[in-house]
């Protein structure tokens, strides 16, 4: 869904590549057609295309000439082209049909997406003192068809079958009787929703038509049509893959923009006829391989997977609950619709057992409808009472708080934790507030009086990284390993548990700790920031403590890591939520840049360089990897320009993390030929630590290794076991890396997840020395290695922790759709001294940041159910008593 801003570009737009696209030849061209039940209310049957497209654009009613909606503004929204594209086997097969049977089918599918958007067509109101959206149902857009890609340069055009659909922004309001601009967010928030249906439709179609649908990672393919002829006939696809990889550009917005740059010139001459003939002839170049062997259109009644409704609604949850607790209702509907490709299970038959299922609990907030399941409600609600239950149940450890050298809040929160007599307590404190130093002199009067203090974080990086290396505390283990540990479990019995970063703690994970410490007759300690990132996993569990618990919680707030009193109170701006004056104040420091896109990264990376070079520590931050692969590049050209990297270079493996949830690691289709599987656990077969090669037959999954033994991959046994894309990248001395998997080096040396090296030594065997620089250990790796990566810049998540002289903070348009207020609270509270903050569109940037990043817990979304209930049990005794009284006789009311 792309946004068309003015009149002048949709008319352009219109004649250039909708109507009289350089990719269409003679009879290519098929007529464009209006729906939309407002183009019915406008009359646009029987009225030249062009004229009433242009008409519309310019904000006019093509049959009267009077204003489409009040307001005709220059810089006005005219509408949205909504793009729908075949998968290339569906656009290989309807090229060489005869008939119009798959064009019909695409047709269809597109025309029934679209009424869904219709249905979903929205209005700003804010007549009458009324603020809000109203329903209005009514839409009009133009629907062209195209057949073909745009031609690669010297090239005949691909066959690619695709629509435009072009909504104007305007939709007619039954209350107010007139049209009006339309409310398009959360249609445009909706688009993998719509996405995934015009997927199943389409596939579905095909079935009923007599083709197999063989599903894949984004959308499906058609049966037995090779390979190697979808491949051939992707090179508009490949043409501008190449160059955005070159460009680092991975925006669907940009990449957009980047085929529009890229167009061949003009083709003429050659009919549909004439296409068929070329695109034989490329077929039959591929020898065998291009050539299909087994029929691809089947009989109608075609084996379809045996997957139920029930079933796919099933893999939605276990996908979406493993990260959350509380999902929109259309992201389970697509994750759901996409996983019933290729099956029975029709929409209707999912949407029925979505309303049907009685584990989940649907309420209605605001526009959307939420969801999240008994399980996950019945989890959190066991959390809060095992923290409840510990009040009083503790011998504080001093009656009164012994004399201190901390004073103020970090006094106080030390003081605190000495003398409850609960066995959880909580520390919030904001980033830079010195919590570390506030833990140290804990520790050293927990000790005085008599008790041992075993500390914990979620991550191996904050925990044996920050706290072991950087703070010098030994004793920092991980949470994973104190729940594993039994020996470290019994070590607690009456004495003190402190958990570090406890902000990163899922619901699961926290429970765990609140059974072991009551069991262990343990105090517990959770120290952490509720505004800075949370868990990866299910249930941001010390924000719904702190919410729910009614847990006695000890503030820390004042800042000592900024050393700008301006810098200071900007940052205590974004940590108290207040990111208007926040951002207004960092803004007014000059350390927000607006400069055009193209220019911005090369512009930070000298920034970033400068700084280096002048003896300050320094690390940019970028909410997405693709951006951060962008950046880095031009931070890698400017080291070797400057003579910081070595001029001998070596390409080593990189292990690409799919983060497939368990549930789709569970089914068998998301494999691909090439992928790499990495078991964390031992599995009968498969040692821990263990790297195998994916190989797809006949729709089974096997794993190789090295030694050339195959086995199927034990699917049962996926949560023991990660997925990985097989790529390369090129080191030399100098290079700043980041260690993304626990593992050991060649000589067995611990490495930690999220552990920073830097590059000391290549060799030409392919061996790679690295030093960590707090902690001076040397580390010697293989090429094949693996779970490494550049950390010339990190995502914000990884910067956690972390603290520089100077913040270089990469935020683009293209990385707003990972902003949030969290995010740029944590980039923008590393820097001691400064922030950078390098952006192509400041005005949006300070829009994203208002999203608080918080995720709602299923507690408060029960919360709201049992509000909605008391409303509405409160309206039908009104209603009740109302229709008693209009029936009694001689009642005046």
């Not at 097969?93 to 979903?120: C, G, P, W, Y």
């Not at 990897?625 to 910081?644: C, D, S, W």
């Not at 990495?678 to 190789?704: D, I, M, R």
Request: net charge neutral; glycine share 6%; proline share 2%.
């Amino acid at each position: 869904m792309f946004q068309t801003q003015s009149a002048q570009h949709a008319s352009a737009y219109f004649k250039d590549a909708l109507v009289k696209s350089d990719y269409y030849m003679s009879d290519q061209e098929l007529a464009g057609f209006w729906q939309g039940k407002l183009a019915a209310r406008l009359g646009l049957a029987g009225i030249d295309m062009e004229t009433a497209f242009i008409a519309l654009c310019e904000n006019r009613q093509p049959v009267s000439g009077d204003n489409l909606t009040p307001r005709t503004k220059e810089n006005r929204k005219v509408g949205y082209d909504i793009n729908f594209h075949c998968p290339k086997s569906v656009s290989l097969v309807h090229a060489f049909s005869n008939d119009t049977h798959i064009l019909d089918a695409f047709r269809d599918s597109v025309s029934l997406v679209m009424s869904t958007i219709e249905e979903d067509a929205k209005t700003l109101v804010r007549a009458n003192k009324q603020q809000g959206v109203r329903e209005t149902k009514e839409l009009v857009w133009a629907h062209f068809v195209h057949q073909t890609a745009r031609p690669v340069k010297g090239q005949v055009p691909d066959p690619h079958l695709h629509s435009h659909c072009f909504v104007f922004n305007a939709t007619w309001d039954e209350t107010e009787q007139k049209i009006k601009a339309g409310e398009f967010r959360d249609i445009k928030r909706d688009m993998p929703y719509y996405q995934a249906m015009f997927h199943k439709t389409l596939a579905d179609k095909l079935t009923e038509l007599g083709y197999g649908i063989r599903r894949t990672d984004k959308s499906f393919e058609i049966e037995n049509v090779p390979q190697k002829a979808i491949d051939l006939f992707s090179k508009r696809t490949d043409e501008i893959g190449r160059i955005a990889k070159e460009k680092g550009i991975s925006n669907a917005k940009e990449l957009d923009q980047l085929g529009a740059r890229t167009r061949a010139t003009k083709q003429k001459g050659r009919d549909m006829a004439e296409l068929k003939e070329e695109w034989r002839d490329q077929i039959l170049s591929l020898g065998e391989e291009g050539k299909s062997t087994a029929a691809i259109r089947f009989a109608p009644n075609i084996a379809r997977s045996p997957l139920t409704a029930s079933q796919c609604l099933n893999h939605a949850v276990s996908h979406h609950f493993e990260r959350a607790s509380v999902v929109a209702d259309r992201k389970m509907l697509e994750t759901a619709m996409r996983h019933s490709i290729g099956t029975a299970a029709s929409i209707g038959d999912i949407k029925a057992a979505f309303d049907a299922d009685q584990n989940l609990i649907h309420v209605e907030e605001g526009a959307r409808r939420m969801c999240t399941t008994k399980e996950v409600l019945s989890e959190e609600k066991q959390m809060v009472e095992l923290a409840m239950q510990g009040k009083g149940k503790i011998q504080p450890l001093y009656d009164v708080a012994p004399k201190l050298r901390l004073e103020g809040q970090q006094g106080k929160a030390v003081a605190h934790i000495l003398t409850t007599n609960n066995r959880v307590s909580i520390v919030r404190g904001a980033a830079g507030t010195g919590k570390t130093t506030l833990l140290k002199e804990a520790m050293e009067k927990i000790e005085a009086a008599g008790k041992s203090v075993t500390i914990v974080a979620p991550s191996a990086q904050a925990s044996r990284g920050v706290l072991k290396e950087e703070e010098g505390i030994q004793s920092a283990e991980t949470v994973a390993r104190l729940l594993v540990d039994t020996k470290m479990q019994e070590q607690l019995k009456g004495q003190v548990l402190w958990v570090d970063e406890a902000g990163l703690l899922g619901t699961k994970d926290m429970t765990a700790l609140l059974e072991l410490a009551t069991r262990q007759n343990a105090q517990l300690v959770l120290g952490g920031d509720t505004r800075q990132h949370a868990s990866v996993v299910r249930g941001d569990a010390l924000q719904v403590l702190n919410k729910f618990a009614r847990i006695p919680t000890a503030e820390v707030t004042k800042i000592y890591r900024q050393q700008n009193e301006e810098y200071k109170s900007a940052v205590k701006d974004l940590s108290d939520g207040n990111m208007n004056a926040g951002f207004k104040k960092l803004d007014d420091l000059g350390f927000i840049k607006n400069v055009e896109q193209t220019q911005a990264a090369a512009q930070l990376a000298e920034g970033y360089l400068t700084t280096l070079k002048s003896g300050k520590s320094a690390v940019v931050v970028c909410p997405t990897h693709a951006q951060a692969h962008e950046v880095t590049q031009y931070i890698r050209q400017g080291m070797k320009e400057n003579n910081l990297l070595g001029k001998k270079e070596i390409d080593v493996l990189k292990l690409k993390n799919l983060n497939l949830t368990d549930a789709e690691k569970a089914d068998p289709r998301n494999y691909e030929n090439g992928q790499v599987v990495k078991f964390h656990q031992n599995v009968s077969g498969f040692p821990k630590g263990s790297l195998w090669a994916v190989e797809v037959s006949n729709e089974k999954v096997f794993l190789k290794n090295t030694s050339d033994d195959s086995k199927p991959i034990p699917i049962s046994k996926c949560q023991h076991y990660s997925v990985y894309d097989r790529q390369s990248m090129t080191i030399a001395k100098g290079d700043r890396v980041m260690i993304t998997d626990g593992s050991t080096d060649h000589s067995g040396k611990r490495l930690d997840n999220g552990t920073m090296l830097t590059v000391t030594k290549v060799s030409k065997d392919g061996h790679f020395e690295l030093i960590n620089e707090n902690s001076k250990s040397v580390f010697t790796l293989k090429q094949d290695f693996g779970s490494i990566n550049y950390a010339h810049c990190i995502t914000s998540h990884a910067s956690q922790g972390k603290s520089v002289d100077e913040v270089f903070i990469y935020q683009p348009a293209a990385t707003f759709g990972a902003t949030d207020a969290k995010q740029f609270y944590v980039s923008v509270s590393r820097g001691k001294q400064k922030a950078h903050i390098f952006t192509d569109d400041k005005e949006d940037l300070l829009a994203e940041v208002q999203n608080s990043g918080e995720r709602k817990s299923a507690l408060e979304l029960d919360i709201i159910r049992n509000r909605q209930r008391e409303l509405a049990t409160e309206y039908n005794k009104t209603m009740n008593l109302k229709h008693s009284r209009d029936h009694e006789p001689d009642r005046e009311i």
